[in-house]
């Protein structure tokens, strides 16, 4: 069984531009999360799906994020513009539905921008 | 709110000697407890995890870690370190419902001496 992928692995912007991550979660998988981590800190939640809605996004930075699930499978979440704090990686983990607190994480996306 | 403390952000022991990875948590529901590994480009791996049953708690490559409530702490163990247990460890509460969300501490790395 496939795991959470992330892509891309690693991202390097410039300032001002727009990035975006892609998650797939294990088939089958209703929870989606997404966390950061930010050089030195601990990992933060960002935000929660299950399936297509979003069920908690308090996590959410600002409204330069924007997190979408589409038919309720793999998850894209879009920086723009990027700012040198958004720099860090991002995690993405999901869970089974009746499961909810397992979560199985990806590998992450590295951002860094400049 | 929940919160988790992880003591020591670095810690180094020479192979074969205990491992001790100290956690405590703030929760005001009784918590679901994990502890995550995360190798060098790799993602969270979970290592073990409570969830009410047995206080002491066994994981994959001889880890365990022992719930005390009166303590509010889950510290992580192995008796006899291996030079493959070079990693970052990750303490992380999650309550009983709603999201599921977790809450993270800073991350412990361990260094393993030969």
């Known amino acids: 069984e496939a795991g959470v992928t992330q892509f891309p692995s690693h991202s390097v912007i410039e300032k001002g531009q727009t990035v975006t991550l892609r998650c797939d979660p294990i088939?089958?998988?209703?929870?989606l999360y997404w966390y950061r981590r930010v050089m030195g800190k601990e990992i933060k939640f960002l935000l929660h799906?299950?399936?297509?809605?979003?069920?908690?996004e308090s996590g959410m930075p600002n409204n330069r994020f924007l997190a979408e699930r589409t038919g309720g499978t793999y998850s894209t979440l879009k920086v723009q513009p990027a700012e040198l704090e958004d720099s860090g990686v991002y995690f993405c983990?999901?869970?089974?539905?009746?499961?909810?607190?397992?979560?199985?994480f990806g590998p992450g996306t590295r951002l860094t921008v400049t | 709110a929940q919160s988790v403390t992880q003591l020591g952000s670095h810690v180094s022991v020479s192979e074969g000697a205990l491992v001790l990875l100290r956690c405590n948590y703030s929760?005001?529901?009784?918590?679901?407890l994990f502890w995550y590994v995360q190798y060098p480009n790799q993602g969270l791996q979970l290592l073990l995890k409570?969830?009410?049953?047995?206080?002491l708690v066994k994981g994959i490559n001889g880890f365990e870690a022992e719930f005390k409530k009166s303590e509010t702490s889950f510290h992580l163990t192995k008796p006899s370190a291996h030079m493959s247990d070079a990693a970052e460890y990750f303490c992380?509460?999650?309550?009983?419902?709603?999201?599921?969300?977790?809450?993270f501490g800073t991350g412990t790395r361990l260094k393993v001496l030969a």
């Open positions: 799906f299950v399936k297509e809605s979003k069920q908690d």
């Open positions: 983990a999901s869970s089974l539905a009746g499961s909810s607190y397992e979560q199985y």
């Open positions: 409570y969830t009410s049953a047995a206080t």
């Open positions: 929760s005001s529901v009784p918590p679901y």
């Open positions: 088939s089958g998988h209703d929870n």
């Open positions: 992380a509460v999650s309550d009983r419902r709603g999201t599921y969300k977790y809450i």
